[in-house]
């Protein structure tokens, strides 16, 4: 059995997906760290729901229902920690958002995990293997980490596998749950939608056991980390990029802004001049290729991906999306332009919080109010964020023009003379 942290709709639409398609009989048990409302939903219709897989015009319907057991944390949390302390449950996933690594308290999911990862340890209950599917560098060391913190220490016949994870799934409309329904005849308060790319790399380090993935596409290798720097440089760096301009010029959706030619022209040139080069291919990866790829993802008109999803927590995403990126074209002897562009976008969106006519922007991040404080002080702004980068006067002061040029002419007129 696999118990998962994290009843959001990627998982729903990416592991799940995946342990259904592996077809070795692993199930899942579904734990929710907030609100009941996907579990009242799954709960209502026997555990099972409708993934949409939208491509343009195109949409299938298929059912899944490897998820057959809901709980909800705040309300349940002894039972959370006697599942992870059951020697039935041989793998422990999580897609919890990178802010809930640093939480650790009691009730929170790390506290929940390291609670019943002791009680499992001093029961004998067998290896098992902590898997992070969330956005973070390094995500395996992240997650091992934070139990260390909440344990005093990592009970033994724990692994914590790195891995990758890839598909685009927006925040599910009424439309779509309208569509769910036509197409299966039946109402479905849990349905989700997804694009029809699916990628899970995973390091192949699970003592208890796994199921087949292999079987659903995913790929086991020795080290995620090209992957993951690919990843999350090239897909999520971009997507951040398009968020915080599309937003800032009026878009609500990823695609729109890449239909504006300005921030199209950032994108590309993000990547092609900024990003690429700091990547190594991980194996049988053309990046360019790659990269064009990601991009056309991105157009695809149905998923209808808010740039306000996009945007939220870049506090925590920017660092790891974008700001690698700056520090190694600059240790390289080159200026990343497209990538400064792009941060001061996000400074712009997070401390003004209005777009180029002047409506508000909806703004979620854990820093917001810090930030804000030192929007008058562009060097003082970067240094809350990255002081090590306020060492290159070059990129402090493309910045700081940058954000001047965003007030002064707004962000797309900016853009399109750059």
Request: charged share 20%.
């Amino acid at each position: 059995m696999i118990l998962h942290f994290g009843l959001g709709a990627f998982h729903r639409a990416h592991q799940a997906v995946h342990t259904q398609e592996a077809g070795d009989g692993w199930t899942i048990c579904a734990v929710a760290p907030r609100s009941p409302d996907v579990v009242r939903a799954l709960r209502a219709q026997d555990h099972r729901y409708t993934l949409l897989v939208r491509d343009g015009e195109r949409v299938s319907a298929t059912e899944v229902t490897s998820i057959r057991r809901t709980l909800h944390a705040p309300t349940q949390a002894e039972e959370v920690v006697r599942y992870v302390a059951d020697p039935s449950v041989r793998v422990i996933t999580l897609t919890i958002t990178e802010k809930a690594y640093a939480d650790t308290a009691p009730g929170s999911p790390i506290g929940l995990l390291a609670a019943g990862l002791s009680r499992r340890s001093a029961a004998g209950a067998g290896p098992v293997a902590v898997v992070s599917c969330d956005n973070l560098l390094a995500n395996g060391a992240r997650v091992r980490e934070a139990v260390q913190h909440a344990c005093g220490n990592v009970p033994e016949g724990v692994s914590f596998p790195a891995t990758v994870v890839d598909r685009m799934v927006p925040a599910t409309t009424p439309g779509d749950l309208a569509t769910a329904e036509r197409l299966t005849g039946r109402p479905d308060l849990a349905a989700v939608v997804a694009e029809p790319f699916n990628q899970w790399v995973l390091q192949d380090d699970f003592p208890g056991g796994r199921p087949s993935w292999e079987r659903a596409g995913a790929r086991f290798v020795a080290d995620v980390e090209p992957y993951e720097r690919a990843k999350l440089r090239v897909l999520n760096g971009v997507h951040s990029a398009l968020a915080y301009t599309g937003a800032l010029t009026g878009h609500e959706y990823i695609a729109d802004a890449l239909d504006d030619p300005p921030l199209a022209h950032l994108a590309e040139r993000l990547l092609s001049e900024d990003v690429l080069p700091t990547l190594t291919p991980p194996p049988g990866v053309d990046l360019p290729s790659y990269g064009e790829q990601v991009v056309s993802r991105m157009r695809n008109r149905a998923l209808r991906h808010r740039c306000a999803q996009i945007a939220i927590d870049g506090s925590l995403k920017v660092p790891i999306r974008l700001l690698g990126t700056a520090r190694d074209r600059l240790t390289a002897g080159a200026f990343p332009r497209w990538t400064c562009l792009a941060v001061a976008a996000w400074l712009r969106h997070v401390t003004v919080s209005v777009d180029d006519a002047g409506h508000p922007v909806d703004v979620n991040d854990p820093r917001a109010e810090d930030l804000r404080r030192l929007a008058h002080a562009p060097e003082r702004l970067l240094a809350a964020v990255a002081p090590d980068l306020t060492g290159h006067p070059d990129f402090t002061t493309h910045l700081r023009t940058a954000l001047s040029d965003f007030a002064k002419h707004g962000v797309r007129e900016t853009l399109t003379h750059s």
